[in-house]
């Protein structure tokens, strides 16, 4: 760069010197006409400061909201609550009260609700199980429950091209199509863990009016959610090491466990518990290697076995299974060869601590 020299130039293009007292301090390298203001370095760092403020706000807000509802009303003034009180309009009690004063069979509903969704991973936060119990004591509508969790519409996302198609997936993402349009997979996981809680719940609340189809359950369960819900999937499956029956197996392989089913449903209540429990562990083992749906084949499963436990006049307790017992006993059970069979041991150890009578316990 050439050195600069205190000259400007007339219209002529001819150079004159510039007068002493009208001449600005500048370096040797810098022209004098691109010198800024003494103060403008220092606007620009604080406007440049405030700038990644805001931004690191907005992202806490949109973080929150992806993890549902209730993390994103922390950033809102005047929406703080004490803990124990539920969001819900038109219920202001508290969650332990509410519990202590259901009767045994909505404690019974309630727990093994959650403990169904735990099994998947969900931790549910104080305010939505105060949500549950709203719901359980006729206090809200399922409508009511619903709406309040669902999270803040956002801009539709991206469309990429020159991707290839996939039937349960959104265009460009890894997050599957959904009855809300959520394309953030964190918000429509919290959304899913909610809607299904409701219905397992109302499920445990009608275990003798509820139909034992397969297909109606994981339809009547997901349905809120998922349009496919309740239809085979039509695409490979595996978790892990461990793959899943063939799609193309699938409608026949449940006609042939639909019967099973079906075929308990009737005859269980003149079992004794040591069959009882190996049949509901064979049906369940099959059941998982089928694994007949894209999504939603445990919490299906599990409700499954409440209701034909329920059949037979007993009653399953999930509520101390953890979820890597769950999760090993599935990894077990699963054959060495994709067209072997399951094996029902890892679930009999399983089921057979947590299967009680219910006329046992009637009479006591």
């Given amino acids: 760069m050439r050195r600069i020299t205190h000259r400007r130039a007339d219209r002529c293009g001819r150079g004159h010197p510039i007068p002493r007292s009208r001449r ?29 403020r805001r931004g690191r706000r907005a992202r806490r807000i949109v973080e929150a909201l992806a993890a549902g509802p209730h993390r994103a009303a922390q950033h809102r003034p005047g929406t703080h609550r004490a803990a124990t009180q539920t969001r819900l309009p038109g219920v202001d009690v508290d969650v332990l009260d509410v519990v202590t004063v259901l009767d045994e069979a909505g404690r019974h509903a309630l727990a093994q609700t959650l403990a ?12 939505q199980i105060a949500d549950l119990t709203a719901l359980l004591t006729g206090a809200v509508s399922y409508d009511e429950y619903l709406r309040l969790r669902l999270p803040v519409a956002g801009a539709p996302a991206r469309r990429r091209r020159l991707v290839r198609r996939r039937p349960y997936y959104l265009p460009g993402t890894s997050v599957l ?62 978790k892990g090491d ?78 101390d299974v953890s979820r890597t017992e769950w999760i090993a006993a599935s990894r077990d059970s699963m054959p060495f060869r994709r067209d072997g069979r399951a094996d029902p041991r890892p679930f009999v150890a399983v089921l057979r601590k947590r299967l009680k009578s219910t006329i046992l316990d009637a009479d006591a």
């Fill in 24 to 52: 600005r301090p500048c370096t040797g390298e810098v022209p004098h006409d691109r010198l800024q203001h003494p103060l403008a370095g220092a606007l620009g760092r604080l406007e440049t400061r405030c700038r990644r």
């Fill in 116 to 127: 169904a969704e735990r099994l998947e991973g969900w931790q549910p936060s104080t305010e």
């Fill in 177 to 238: 199509r959904n009855n809300f349009g959520i394309a953030d997979a964190t918000a429509l996981a919290q959304l899913e863990f909610v809607a299904t809680a409701g219905r397992i719940l109302q499920a445990h609340l009608r275990c003798d009016d509820s139909d034992l189809d397969v297909r109606s359950l994981h339809r009547r369960v997901f349905g809120d959610v998922y349009a496919w819900a309740g239809e085979p999937r039509i695409v490979e499956l595996r």
């Fill in 242 to 319: 461990s793959a899943f029956g063939s799609c193309a197996r699938v409608p026949a392989a449940l006609a042939t466990l639909q019967a099973e089913i079906d075929r308990l449903g009737d005859e269980g209540a003149e079992l004794d518990d040591g069959t009882l429990t190996y049949r509901l562990a064979r049906i369940y083992v099959d059941y998982n290697q089928i694994h007949p749906f894209r999504e939603g084949n445990g919490r299906t499963g599990t409700l499954l076995l409440h209701l034909l436990a329920a059949r037979a006049g007993h009653r399953l307790d999930f509520a």
